[in-house]
């Protein structure tokens, strides 16, 4: 699966938006892009995924650029309760062109100040 | 359903002593996994099952053996005990490898080995 990049960390106020980048200029036309994150002292949880068109859902936005090098993870209105590391992972929706292996990076660290 | 579970929530072992994690999923999922997540790092994928019967390696497999004779558990265990083991343990599950997207992850088990 190709490899995505995204800060290390990011800070956003509390009842703002959050923008949550991810860059995967090797993304092949049948990659995934996946979300996921993960609570203080909890295990992950998924978010959202998609292809091509922008996803909504209850938790959260995915817009993705017209050339699929890279995404954004939209929270509309932060709370505490979302700091979280959030992960941005790729995964071939081919199974003929992967492993069955999921592979978490480092992800980003959301801070969520009052 | 109780979801993904995992027992013991922590455990302390000596050095060279050996144990199992256990893993459980009561949602008829094909497809489980086992991760480690180090202190301020991401997630490593240790092994993972596709269906019973059925158990590859992941990331960083070594230490560790783990079987799959039914659905529902997936046990971890340490075949002798490192410091360098030392790690909170997830396990997840999917409902099948071509939904592998969707895994959900157990509350974790805190291991510290002396």
């Known amino acids: 699966d190709a490899k995505t990049t995204q800060p290390n960390s990011m800070e956003s106020n509390e009842e703002e938006p959050v923008h949550l980048p991810c860059n995967h200029s090797?993304?092949?036309?049948?990659?995934?892009i996946h979300w996921y994150r993960q609570l203080p002292s909890q295990g992950p949880e998924y978010v959202i995924h998609?292809?091509?068109s922008n996803v909504n859902n209850r938790m959260a936005s995915l817009a993705i650029a017209e050339d699929r090098k890279s995404s954004t993870l939209i929270l509309h209105r932060a709370t505490l309760r979302d700091a979280a590391v959030y992960y941005c992972?790729?995964?071939?929706?081919?199974?003929?062109?992967?492993?069955?292996?999921?592979?978490f990076g480092k992800g980003t660290r959301l801070h969520i100040l009052p | 359903n109780a979801g993904v579970t995992q027992t013991p929530k922590f455990q302390v072992l000596k050095t060279g002593q050996s144990m199992t994690l256990q893993c459980a999923q009561d949602?008829?999922?094909?497809?489980m996994s086992w991760y480690r997540q180090d202190p301020g790092m991401g997630l490593r994928l240790i092994h993972y099952?596709?269906?019973?019967?059925?158990?590859d390696q992941g990331e960083v497999p070594n230490g560790y053996n783990v079987s799959r004779s039914t659905t529902e558990d997936f046990p971890l265990r340490l075949l002798s005990a490192a410091p360098s083991q030392t790690s909170v343990y997830f396990c997840?599950?999917?409902?099948?490898?071509?939904?592998?997207?969707?895994?959900?992850f157990g509350p974790g088990t805190r291991l510290t080995v002396t």
């Open positions: 949602m008829n999922h094909e497809y």
């Open positions: 090797t993304i092949s036309g049948t990659d995934y």
């Open positions: 099952s596709v269906g019973a019967g059925i158990t």
């Open positions: 992972i790729l995964r071939d929706r081919l199974p003929m062109n992967r492993d069955d292996k999921i592979i």
């Open positions: 997840a599950s999917s409902y099948s490898r071509t939904r592998v997207y969707e895994q959900y």
């Open positions: 998609g292809l091509t």
